[in-house]
């Protein structure tokens, strides 16, 4: 595949006229391929030359005779290669080897290609100007979203294909300084890939229809008919530039904005494709199609969701909410489609990849089976743990027929049974869900025997379902996030308040132990964190259900009513908790803050005075007096009707000193006592300032901010996850 | 217009109505036309702050009470810039470090240095040393302190430091040796109802001898406290009731909800109840430990006689743990629930 591309650029950097190409690429496709490998060396620094030789470019030619030349159908290579077929392979990834050139091949559900389908569709109609009658198009850029190997660029790659339209891909530059004397005026210029991708963007639109399909060139009529038709393109854009540099992702925003704001006729449309990382994402993705806009919001505030790699943060959310903009999200590759599609390469191999009814050997079908439930939905690792059972078992015997239960055997990945080894090769993260759940319910294998009475008295218990060490390993989050979350939630699943007790000193432990480290050598903070957490989590499992705790009087009912069967995983509060503490604390640096403070008779409260003091003894204190009706307005007159009492400050200030409900609620029956506070505040307001146009708003501001507390807007944010679930994972 | 507090604060060292023998010392220091460093501490409300104003008063003259705010930056050496808000007149400067954080040294530093290195400008100064005043300075870090104990000694011509800290135990020996000692006792309770009768007189308002002893107990020997808690009482209901309640800030109504739950119910419901409100506390600013001590005093006051040692026991291992630990939430919901665990077995063996 290296060498395809190589070819491929290669061609299109010798000149930007197809005809000349077209002759010797029909001729030898092989020998062409094998010469540029051969003067390129390596594989790796042949495309990484390639690409710096001509930069940002490749140009695919897709139309089928083109691809038919370079890309050799595996029908006939694999007939004529078939003997030094694997010396042939070494070295070549069957993932691009055998990439699939049909819509049939592709190892996705057809709806969503359909889907995919539809909008290149479309957008190209739009392009055309065909349909300009509708006025602008909004088909600009579409956004594939999912997981890494759920074939999102194959599948784009293969619909233009099928569709007859060109693609122009952007690649990042990889080395600047390794590039070459025709990049040399980039090269002093730190943040030139930004420029590069916007040159590279104007460039994909100024040059719409230039030379390459200019078809009074051709003499072949027929030919130059129907490339006329098909002399779109799309661009697409696979590698983004480095967006968690703040400067390049901006630059990246205004770029991308500029383009939604081509008109369609004027330009192509844009296909992106974004890989979403395995992350925190996964615990919200229930809700986030519904709720796109707070989920967008979490990401923005807390820490957790900082590790979150999805569409909606790489793509800038101007553009990636704006009509311009449409997403398709892809998911993982189901074991049936992918098992289909690995079935598909054997058969290629086995070198009679015409005849789709092939039968393969039971051993293979087995294997087949164990690496599409393996590969967690990652298409690319199926193949290529594929190619690595295979390639072991073609070594052993090249040429002949092959032995039931070689394959697996050498490898290790897969054993005689086509069954998967405990600890394999592929162990990729587990989903938060069943972590948490694993950890929460802490489940222990059937009893076998009743339950003994060991010699010092305490019950035997049955071994843990899932190893506390393995679930630690496979996290999809770091370890002290996982640990709030387990702290959040193991209340509902305990059935009395000593063993909740017991859970929570475990607790406290770890995060006693895994803090400790961090204060002396930050070298030794990975090992206390370890052992924080381990403590943590092997604490909880084992008092969960202990029968040392049970006997507390209360049933086995979990708290709060729930069923087991439906628990609802809640988000830690920390965060929320931590930021809010953290915008409180800025008051003291706010300089309105210090004024209202001063002109309400404590000058230089917030400087001088112990903050604890002020926040202990001094807030409570001053809200109550300021708020009061007629001798706050004495005290504080020139407050009430200045500008200061609509402030933000103020309001910050305010909610400080007020905490709770408590004395609120004995004195009104409202369910809300802080807004019935903040109802209060504002009548008083009403009544003092009512020359202030500001008054008003900033009332019924504060009275809506104020009937959600702080906790209970977050408590809302509940994940729903079945029992179902997790048994079907721990199976 | 300002609150009481503020507004009746004695600003001769004349003036002062308390701690009499003191006063005449930091006259006589203040008059003798050379300071040492000083260290003044004391707990909260008992008047640090009032007499260091009266010092600076007594040297400089009534002019060293024009104060004003300014924030000034400061960099670290790793260029993050900190806004430190910081009170300044002719003579004197005030500063609060731990706005700084960790990287209170720089400022320290920074800031001596420069009041150092300029000399008193107004020719009619009294003195010709200026005084820089640092708060909670038990706050500060042990690199802080040590910055602190070299400049203290490198500038003594023409700077002088007063220290202003709730106790001695933070700060290291070296520096203690550099400074006079100077210890503000909190009020007694009878000194207490005697300021609030001097302030409500000049207020023109009458306070029932049993209410001001009841504000006075309730506010813990704290003045600042009792004459809050006085003016809010005041906002609330004027005259005063003989019993009426004295009002407590609403983190510690909050404290006694959150002991109430503890007492009332023990399940990991209830626990989780508590969690909530627990982290309404923090959220509000309110220091851990002080959360810890003020539900532990609740709960004691709430059980048994025989369970009450072991409370205090287990705040006392809890609040260790809170030292080492980081995430506060996890430490006082571990206390809650190990108190409910030993309330709940308790009430069952009883018969």
């Known amino acids: 595949m290296d060498s395809d591309l190589e070819a491929l650029i290669n061609e299109c950097s010798q000149s930007t006229d197809s005809q000349e190409l077209r002759p010797v690429t029909m001729a030898a496709p092989t020998q062409s391929l094998h010469s540029s490998q051969k003067s390129n060396g390596s594989h790796g620094n042949g495309r990484r030359r390639a690409i710096s030789d001509r930069p940002n470019f490749k140009l695919a030619r897709s139309n089928s005779q083109a691809q038919h030349v370079l890309r050799p159908p595996e029908a006939a290579k694999c007939t004529s290669d078939l003997v030094n077929d694997s010396a042939d392979d070494r070295g070549e990834v069957w993932w691009q080897r055998y990439e699939p050139c049909s819509v049939e091949e592709l190892a996705l559900h057809s709806a969503k290609i359909a889907q995919v389908k539809g909008w290149l569709e479309m957008a190209i109609n739009a392009a055309a100007g065909t349909d300009s009658s509708q006025g602008p198009s909004i088909f600009r850029i579409l956004v594939l979203e999912g997981p890494p190997g759920a074939c999102k660029s194959t599948c784009v790659r293969v619909l233009a294909k099928e569709l007859e339209l060109d693609i122009v891909e952007w690649i990042n530059p990889l080395d600047l300084r390794a590039s070459t004397a025709a990049q040399l005026e980039m090269e002093d210029d730190p943040v030139s890939i930004v420029r590069q991708f916007e040159d590279f963007l104007l460039r994909a639109e100024k040059y719409s229809g230039l030379a390459l399909y200019d078809t009074a060139d051709r ?408 708020s009061s009706s007629q001798h706050g307005a004495a005290t504080v007159g020139s407050l009430e009707s200045s500008w200061l009492r609509n402030s933000a400050a103020y309001n910050q200030l305010m909610r400080l000193a007020t905490i709770g409900d408590n004395r609120e609620g004995t004195h009104n029956d409202t369910s809300s006592a802080m807004a019935g506070k903040w109802g209060k505040l504002v009548t008083v307001e009403r009544g003092l300032a009512t020359h202030s146009p500001l008054t008003a708003t900033a009332a019924a501001a504060a009275a809506a901010a104020a009937t959600a507390t702080a906790t209970d807007a977050l408590a809302e944010l509940k994940l729903v996850l079945s029992d179902d679930d997790i048994e079907d994972f721990s199976d | 217009m300002a609150l009481w507090v503020e507004k009746h604060r004695p600003a001769a060292l004349d003036k002062l109505s308390f701690h009499s023998g003191l006063t005449e010392h930091l006259k006589q220091l203040a008059s003798s036309g050379d300071l040492p460093h000083l260290l003044v501490y004391g707990p909260t409300g008992a008047g640090k702050r009032t007499r260091i104003a009266a010092v600076l008063r007594e040297i400089y003259g009534p002019s060293a009470e024009k104060l004003k705010v300014s924030q000034r930056v400061f960099e670290t050496p790793s260029r993050r810039k900190l806004d430190i808000n910081i009170i300044s007149s002719n003579y004197h400067i005030e500063v609060n470090p731990s706005d700084a954080g960790i990287y209170d040294r720089v400022v320290i530093q920074d800031l001596i240095k420069e009041i150092a290195q300029t000399q008193q400008v107004a020719a009619s100064s009294a003195r010709k040393f200026k005084i820089v005043v640092i708060h909670e300075a038990d706050a500060l870090s042990r690199d802080a302190q040590h910055a602190l104990r070299r400049t203290m000694e490198k500038y003594m011509g023409n700077m002088r430091v007063i220290l202003c800290s709730t106790s001695t135990g933070k700060i290291i020996g070296p520096v203690q040796s550099r400074c006079l000692l100077v210890r503000v006792a909190a009020p007694s309770v009878d000194e207490v109802v005697d300021v609030m009768n001097i302030v409500a007189k000049k207020e023109g308002i009458s306070i029932p001898p049993s209410f001001a002893a009841q504000i006075a107990s309730g506010s813990q020997r704290n003045l600042h406290r009792a004459l809050l808690m006085l003016e809010a009482s005041y906002v609330r209901q004027y005259p005063f009731a003989e019993a009426q309640d004295v009002l407590l800030p609403e983190w510690e109504e909050y404290i006694k909800v959150i002991a109430a739950a503890a007492l009332k119910q023990q399940t990991p419901a209830q626990l989780l109840a508590i969690r909530k409100q627990l982290y309404e506390l923090l959220t509000h600013c309110i220091p851990p430990p002080t959360i810890l001590k003020g539900i532990a005093m609740q709960l004691i006051d709430g059980v048994e006689e025989e369970l009450k040692a072991e409370i205090v026991h287990q705040a006392a291992f809890y609040e260790h743990r809170l030292q080492n630990g980081q995430k506060a939430i996890v430490h006082l919901e571990a206390f809650m629930a190990k108190f409910m665990s030993i309330y709940k077995r308790h009430l069952m063996e009883l018969p």
């Open chain 1, 219 to 626: 003499h072949d009529a027929e030919e130059a008919k129907r490339l006329a038709f098909s002399r779109h393109k799309i661009i697409l854009v696979d590698d983004l530039p480095n967006i968690l540099h703040r400067d390049t992702r901006e630059s990246f925003r205004v770029a991308l904005q500029r383009f939604i704001s081509i008109p369609a006729h004027c330009s192509f449309p844009m296909v992106i494709v974004v890989s979403e990382c395995f992350g925190m994402q996964q615990v919200l993705e229930d809700e986030a199609p519904r709720q796109r806009g707070r989920r967008l919001h979490d990401n923005a505030e807390s820490n957790a969701e900082a590790t979150v790699w999805s569409a909606s943060d790489v793509i800038p959310s101007v553009v990636y909410n704006s009509v311009f903009c449409h997403s398709i999200k892809f998911n993982p590759v189901a074991p049936t489609i992918a098992t289909k599609g690995l079935r598909r390469i054997l058969q290629l191999r086995s070198g009679r990849g015409s005849q789709k009814s092939i039968k393969l050997a039971q051993q293979q079908t087995d294997m087949i089976k164990a690496i599409s439930n393996e590969c967690q939905g990652d298409f690319r690792l199926a193949v290529t743990m594929l190619q690595l059972s295979q390639a072991a078992a073609e070594n052993t015997d090249a040429g002949k027929k092959r032995r039931r239960g070689q394959a697996g055997a050498v490898t290790g990945i897969i054993d005689n049974n086509g069954k998967q080894r405990a600890g394999g090769a592929c162990r990729s993260a587990l989903d938060m869900f069943h972590a948490l759940g694993k950890v929460l319910y802490a489940k222990r294998e059937a009893t076998k025997s009743s339950n003994g009475v060991s010699a010092d008295g305490n019950m035997m218990r049955e071994k843990l379902e899932s190893d506390p060490d393995e679930i630690l390993d496979r996290l999809p989050v770091d370890l002290s996030t996982f640990g709030l979350f387990v702290h959040e939630n193991y209340t509902d699943f305990c059935s009395g308040i000593d063993e909740a007790a017991a859970a929570a000193e475990y607790f406290s432990e770890g995060d006693a132990l895994s803090s400790s480290g961090r204060s002396f050598q930050s070298a030794a903070s990975g090992v206390a964190n370890v052992y924080g957490s381990m403590v943590s989590v092997r604490g909880y499992m084992n008092a969960r259900g202990n029968p040392l705790y049970a006997g507390d009087g209360t049933t086995n009912e979990p708290a709060g009513g729930r069923r087991w069967s439906m628990a609802a995983f809640r988000k830690p509060l920390f965060f929320e908790s931590y930021k809010r503490r953290a915008m409180f604390g800025g008051v003291w640096h706010d300089p309105v803050a210090t004024d209202i403070l001063s002109k309400s008779g404590l000058p230089m409260a917030l400087s001088s005075a112990s903050r604890q003091t002020v926040v202990q003894d001094v807030l409570p204190y001053w809200a109550q007096i300021v």
